[in-house]
Structure formats: C-alpha cells, structure tokens
C-alpha cells in the first residue's frame, strides 16, 4: 500500500464551481500535510500547509484534515482557468524528516 | 526568499555518458533532496543528504550517485546515462528535522533530461 493515495484524475470542473481534491493516507503517525501545486512543466510549489484536525483557510483555498479517517482535502472556491494544475498531497512522516508524495491530480477548470 | 537553482534546464545526453547534475540553495538548508519525475509514477526519491558529505538512498538510487562536498550544494551524477533514466529530475531543499510551516520542502526549477 502506498503511504499517499490520490485519485489522478483528470478532475474538470466550470469556472466558478468549487473544485474537490482528495488523498487518503496509510501511515497514522503522520504529522504535518502539504497541498503542492504544479503547472506543467514547471516545480512544485507549496500552497497548503495543515496539522491539526479541521479546516484551514487561505484565500480560496480550504486544506480539511481528519487524521482519524487519515483523509486530508484540498477545496478550491471560485475556481479559475489558472487553477489547473496538477495537485500533489505531501505527508511528513512520523520521524519528522520524510517526506512521502502522492502521484497527483491533475485538474482543468474549464472557462 | 528561498531560492534552489539547477544547472540546466533543459538537457540531451548520449547512452553511455557520464551526466552531472547542480543543485544550489541560498538559505543555508541541512537537508536536501533529488527526485525523478515521470507521467503516471509521481515524484520519487532518488537520493536525499542530511549535512555535508552525508548522504542516504532514497526509493530508486541504482544507477545514480551524489556529492555534498558544500553545505549549499548537492549533485546528482548518473555514472553512466541510460535512456531509462530520461525524465524531469527535480532537486529540493529544506532545513533540519521538523514539522511546523518553514520546514517544508522547496524545488528547485527542475531539469528536464534527454538520454538518446
């Protein structure tokens, strides 16, 4: 089983609606989670970062995280044309130094 | 602001070649990291190092070596270019141990190799 599991998608939603992206995770000690995101061609680049269990807001981004259920989300509200990507889940592990990635999901908002 | 830079961005090797790839980070990071990238397998790990002239395999480190001689500088030498080893290699940095916003990683631009 993979520490990092994400549907690959490709997830297409219409400008303006609220784009869903989902990962489930193996290892229940894990720690901090991080939502990358990542345009075609280009590196990775942090846009979530969450700990605790709830929700976390930043902008029209919302990271949810429910460590029983080991289930971390990424909500995007509004979505734009610039919003597609691909969406990596990124997991610290319970020794506080690996990292551990899913394969990503590569959403399309569609004008 | 954080910045890792690679060498090159773009890179087209023969089989057989010896191929060197440079990683720099200005924030004074302890840990850093390489990663081949491939459609459909995410970002693996190919080798990752703790401190100067330390270093540790990562998942896929067969055909791959590293040098950490700086503490701002890590390399990734594939001793002897195959065309299985043709992918978007991405290096990354981060500091020491930890758990809290800071401590995540930052790639660099990525390199995109070419072994014909």
């Known amino acids: 089983q993979k520490e990092v599991e994400q549907n690959s998608g490709p997830l297409s939603v219409p400008e303006g609606a609220i784009a869903s992206l989902n990962c489930t995770y193996s290892?229940?000690?894990?720690?901090?989670f991080f939502w990358y995101r990542q345009y075609s061609g280009k590196s990775p680049e942090l846009i979530m970062f969450i700990y605790s269990n709830g929700d976390k807001e930043d902008g029209r981004f919302t990271a949810q995280l429910n460590k029983a259920s080991q289930y971390v989300s990424l909500l995007i509200r509004d979505s734009q044309p610039s919003d597609s990507a691909t969406y990596l889940c990124?997991?610290?592990?319970?020794?506080?130094?690996?990292?551990?990635f899913g394969t990503g999901t590569s959403l399309t908002v569609i004008p | 602001d954080v910045k890792v830079t690679q060498s090159s961005r773009y890179l087209v090797k023969r089989t057989g070649e010896k191929v060197f790839l440079e990683c720099v980070q200005d924030m004074d990071h302890e840990n850093m990291f390489w990663y081949r990238q491939d459609p459909g397998l995410g970002l693996r790990l190919i080798y990752f190092s703790y401190d100067v002239k330390m270093k540790e395999k990562g998942d896929i480190p067969e055909g791959y070596s590293v040098s950490r001689e700086k503490k701002e500088r890590f390399s990734l030498i594939l001793e002897s270019a195959s065309t299985n080893q043709t992918s978007m290699y991405l290096c990354?940095?981060?500091?020491?141990?930890?758990?809290?916003?800071?401590?995540?990683?930052?790639f660099g631009p990525g390199t995109r190799l070419t072994v014909t």
């Open positions: 990124t997991l610290i592990g319970n020794t506080g130094n690996q990292f551990y």
């Open positions: 990354a940095s981060r500091p020491s141990r930890g758990i809290w916003p800071g401590y995540e990683q930052y």
């Open positions: 290892d229940r000690g894990s720690q901090s």
